[in-house]
Each structure stands twice: as C-alpha cells, then as structure tokens.
Nanobody, 127 residues
Framework: QVQLVESGGGLVQPGGSLRLSCAASGFTLDYYAIGWFRQAPGKEREGVSCISSDDSTYYADSVKGRFIIFRDKAKNTLYLQMNSLKPEDTAVYYC?????????????????????WGQGTQVTVSS
C-alpha cells in the first residue's frame, strides 16, 4: 500500500528555517517523481517543488533560491529545506508522488499529474 507521511511543520519566525519530511512506504522513491505542494487558507493548492527520478529539480518562482528539495534514498524519504521563510509561505504543505516520467519539466506543478498524496503538515510563519 502506497503511503506518504509528511512531518516537520510548525511555527517559525520570518527569516527562519524549517525542514519538512515526506516518508514513503509501499514503494521506492528513487523511481518516482515527488512533488511538494502547499495550500494557504482561501487559496488553491499550488506546486512548490518537484524532484524527478533522475534527480532533476524544479521550483516555483516564489521559492526559488530559498527552498531546496532532496531525498535520502537509504531512508526512502523526501525533504524540503525551507530557508528565509516569509509570512506568505504559511500554508499546509503536501507531498505527492507519481510514476509518470515524461515531460516532468512542463507538468510537475499540476495537481492532477500526481497519483498519491500525503495528509499535509502545517507551516506557519509569523512573529
């Protein structure tokens, strides 16, 4: 059974850092494209970042240069290192997976491209 479990969210001051984790079970992360999405209150869910099976990485313009996506293959876990956090980064963060490999560069930000989703973890950036 495929399962994704996020953790690492919390309350942080502007300018601070957090590292989110997405633990996978039932499949091996290496062979999947894994994305991070977020949804702020009253807003649509949006793509934040993605790492493909060949370790290519993609970022939304709003987080480029501040967030880093990477995975630990030994732990079968995906991470999102978030630095220089801003109040507008406040949202529930979700990880999602897909075994689709084609056109990752063009499609990674689409919610419907992914097959499995975690339950989300809350990130609040506030002083």
């Amino acid at each position: 059974q495929v399962q994704l479990v996020e953790s690492g969210g919390g309350l942080v001051q502007p300018g601070g850092s957090l590292r989110l984790s997405c633990a996978a079970s039932g499949f091996t992360l290496d062979y999947y494209a894994i994305g991070w999405f977020r949804q702020a209150p009253g807003k649509e869910r949006e793509g934040v970042s993605c790492i493909s099976s060949d370790d290519s990485t993609y970022y939304a313009d709003s987080v480029k240069g501040r967030f880093i996506i990477f995975r630990d293959k030994a732990k079968n876990t995906l991470y999102l290192q978030m630095n220089s956090l801003k109040p507008e980064d406040t949202a529930v963060y979700y990880c999602a997976s897909t075994d689709r490999q084609g056109m990752v560069r063009l499609l990674w930000w689409l919610i419907g491209w992914y097959d499995y989703w975690g339950q989300g973890t809350q990130v609040t950036v506030s002083s």
